[in-house]
């Protein structure tokens, strides 16, 4: 029977959005531990599901006959990891597997290989967890500090990764050469792991779905047209696209979902393109905001240029835009990238400065988390506004004609006939929803949306 040297252990939101990198590390972890135990067969070196699994195969009873016959685990940590529940099942699974042969034999053997894929934070993550070390001195402070994707963005053959790829190596053939006692068929579905941690049962009120909508380059499109923006912040795909330099964070369109999700939302995230107007349409009726990141580079390509006109030709009050002025952008040519921007987006650019926040351009890095969650938090504050029952009782109530016809008033045409006197007290509006502080009070629209819900699926 097939025993691997290392089950890769990974979350697919990671693969999903560096998955040219996941890829290289996973090849280049399995080249390097054929190189030094020449001894083993191409196909026991490395077990990963998107390469051995085929139609037909029962996923989860397959990774667990896997989990207990490979020798070692290779576990790349990082957020995303440590909030995927089939992550958490892996590693507990693993874990356990572990320990078993310590107190069955006496034997510890460090089996369980952590690789530092993107920062943690220590505090938040299982204690059984963080008994587990993930760094050592010859791998590097890039790496310790970084995280390995770091290193590969900055230099796929740069001897710091190099360095880190051979120590995993290393430490995956002397775990292997140990033989970990392996683990009877048991059913992954039932393993509770140690992570993610407990959840809310029910969302708070302010939490919903996000939808992310991304415009931006392709490595190998910017190679073909030239120009100083052809640099290294593009990908194989457009959520590939990493604006700010040097790329020690993630790729826009992750950093925007960890932002998001750190918020208290969900996330989901699509490329732009046609029918994008029914979609930011569909969103708000299924009481979803929405959020387009676009490259300021290729607004005006043909890939992406009728999508964002039609979107900038129509109204959608609870949709944010942001475009981010890279780090890297040559000086010389920002006037004319600016005035291509402006020519897509005729309408909106004209609401680049207004408070409601909901349309920024030449976002810098220094403050795109906070521009995003204040948009955000507008937009969210927007569609609540939309789903509150303002009721018909009195005719003259907000939103209806002077005839309390039932019909409601077009925002800014509802002029009253005459002054009128100011009341000694203000009226509070009924069921009004308070705004966060330092966050600008939305304009007031309404509709009858359904009730705002989020809900999110495990992404493994």
Aim: one cysteine or more; a negative charge; aromatic letters at 10%.
């Amino acid at each position: 029977m097939l025993q691997p040297y290392f089950f890769f252990s990974y979350a697919r939101v990671d693969f999903e959005a560096e998955d040219a990198f996941v890829d290289q590390f996973f090849s280049d972890l399995r080249d390097e531990l054929g190189r030094i135990e020449p001894a083993a067969r191409a196909e026991e070196l490395a077990y990963r599901d998107t390469e051995q699994l085929r139609v037909g195969d029962d996923w989860a009873e397959q990774l667990a006959t896997m989990l207990g016959r490979s020798r070692a685990m290779v576990a790349l940590y990082s957020p995303a990891y440590f909030a995927s529940l089939y992550c958490g099942k892996e590693w507990t699974a693993f874990r356990g597997r572990v320990r078993r042969h310590h107190e069955d034999t006496g034997e510890l053997i460090p089996a369980l290989v952590p690789v530092l894929w993107e920062p943690v934070v220590p505090g938040e993550l299982a204690a059984e967890v963080t008994k587990i070390q993930w760094a050592q001195p010859d791998m590097g402070e890039a790496y310790a500090r970084y995280g390995l994707r770091a290193l590969l963005r900055t230099g796929p053959q740069g001897d710091a990764y190099r360095q880190v790829v051979k120590v995993v190596a290393e430490r995956v053939r002397d775990a292997a050469a140990r033989r970990l006692t392996e683990l009877a068929d048991f059913d992954l579905n039932a393993v509770r792991g140690y992570f993610p941690g407990p959840q809310p049962v029910e969302s708070t009120a302010g939490a919903g779905m996000v939808r992310l909508f991304i415009a931006a380059g392709r490595a190998s499109e910017a190679a073909a047209e030239g120009g100083s923006h052809a640099g290294g912040w593009y990908g194989a795909k457009p959520w590939h696209w990493a604006p700010y330099h040097p790329p020690t964070t993630p790729s826009l369109a992750v950093r925007a979902q960890r932002v998001i999700t750190a918020a208290g939302h969900t996330t989901t995230l699509e490329e732009v393109g046609a029918g994008l107007g029914e979609k930011l349409d569909q969103a708000r009726e299924d009481s979803q905001v929405s959020v387009l990141l676009v490259d300021p580079w290729v607004a005006g390509h043909v890939r992406y240029r009728a999508a964002l006109r039609e979107y900038d030709d129509q109204n959608h009050p609870v949709t944010g835009v942001m475009v981010p002025m890279g780090s890297a952008d040559p000086e010389g040519e920002r006037d004319a990238l600016w005035a291509g921007v402006r020519g897509v987006f005729r309408r909106n650019w004209l609401r680049r400065s207004d408070p409601e926040h909901l349309f920024r351009v030449k976002v810098n890095r220094e403050n795109f988390d906070s521009d995003l969650t204040i948009m955000v938090t507008v937009a969210q504050n927007k569609l609540m506004d939309d789903n509150l029952d303002w009721g018909d009782d009195d005719g003259g109530a907000f939103g209806f004609g002077p005839g309390g016809t039932g019909e409601r008033a077009i925002p800014g045409l509802a002029i009253p006939f005459g002054p009128q006197p100011a009341p000694e007290t203000p009226p509070r509006e009924p069921g009004r929803w308070p705004n966060p502080p330092d966050v600008p009070n939305p304009r007031d629209h309404h509709d009858d949306a359904a009730p705002l819900r989020g809900d999110q699926d495990d992404d493994h």
